[in-house]
């Protein structure tokens, strides 16, 4: 049946790139002081991503554990995401030490639309590096990908993941009740949202 609207974005603008490294500042060295990294993930990371998953806030609110196996296979599956242009993550280090994921859960190109998740490491907790990555993250879907909407859901508890979406710009829309399973039931989910129109 026909869509009576062109895509937002056209197929083809993911996969059709490698996906990049985004640096914060952007065009800054992830050497220089203060700056951060976002990269793709490699198998190298293996270790140190099975070892995130063992953090209880990141068990608690990504409902994930992995071993070192799993993990190569969750980092082979980001390549294939790209790919499908289905999603994305990045692996966010800060002078030069992992600190955090970052990525777009999912995409739909047709609509313009992806939802995006982070965590960060506890030693990276309570220094504004998940809002920075969060920021970066944001320009890059809205004036490279040409995204128009980025949604964030986040469990009500989350007050932390909370303060992070409202200082990075991502509106409060609402609350959906019960709508994602955790470890200990459902959850209600604030929604928060960012337009491609939205001031920076």
């Known amino acids: 049946m026909p869509s ?4 937002v ?8 790139i490698p996906q990049p490294v985004l640096t914060e500042p952007p065009g800054g060295s992830s050497t220089a002081r203060g700056a951060l990294l976002l990269r793709p993930w490699r198998d190298a990371d293996a270790p140190a991503l099975a070892r995130a998953y063992q953090d209880p806030a990141i068990r ?12 190569r296979d969750w980092i082979r599956q980001r390549a294939e995401r790209w790919s499908a242009e289905a999603g994305a993550d990045w692996a966010v280090s800060s002078d030069g030490t992992l600190a955090g994921r970052i990525g777009l859960r999912t995409v739909d ?12 490491l506890p030693a990276a907790r309570g220094h504004g590096l998940a809002g920075r990555a969060l920021g970066r993250l944001t320009r890059w879907c809205t004036d490279e990908l040409r995204l128009h909407r980025l949604e964030l859901l986040h469990a009500i508890e989350n007050t932390a993941s909370c303060r992070v979406a409202e200082k990075s ?10 709508s994602v399973p955790h470890a200990d039931g ?4 604030h929604l928060h949202a960012r337009l491609a129109t939205d001031p920076t």
């Not at 009576?4 to 895509?7: H, N, R, T, V």
Request: glycine share 10%; net charge negative; charged share 25%.
């Open 4 to 7: 009576l609207i062109e895509p």
């Open 9 to 16: 974005v056209p197929p083809g603008r993911m996969s059709g």
């Open 60 to 71: 608690r609110w990504h409902a994930r554990s992995m071993n070192e196996d799993e993990a």
């Open 109 to 120: 190109l047709t609509e313009g639309l992806a939802e995006v998740a982070y965590w960060t």
């Open 169 to 178: 710009g991502y509106r409060y829309e609402g609350t959906l009740r019960q």
């Open 186 to 189: 459902f959850h209600d989910m």
